[in-house]
């Protein structure tokens, strides 16, 4: 008698044919996929850009205090 295993006990299944929601489902988190991605790309370019920049200009903020409000008096 054959030795009892998962794979000669149990029928393999037949793969499921792909339904159309399925398709979609895949084309949906293709594109959102790929759109993160670029978007991701250009946040990171820009932000390196932006560090760039900020590293070549003078520290003109850091010097200047900030104005602060004058508070009022209850009445």
Excluded: G, H
Excluded at 10 to 16: D, E, I, Q
Excluded at 25 to 32: G, K, N, P
Excluded at 46 to 59: C, G, I, Y
């Amino acid at each position: 008698m054959a030795k009892l295993t998962k794979d000669t006990l149990f029928k393999p299944s037949a793969p499921r044919a792909e339904t159309v929601m399925d398709k979609t489902t895949r084309v949906v988190r293709d594109i959102l996929e790929t759109e993160t991605e670029k978007r991701e790309a250009k946040t990171l370019r820009l932000r390196k850009t932006r560090l760039e920049r900020e590293a070549a200009s003078p520290k003109a903020d850091a010097a200047t205090k900030p104005k602060t409000r004058a508070r009022k008096t209850p009445d």
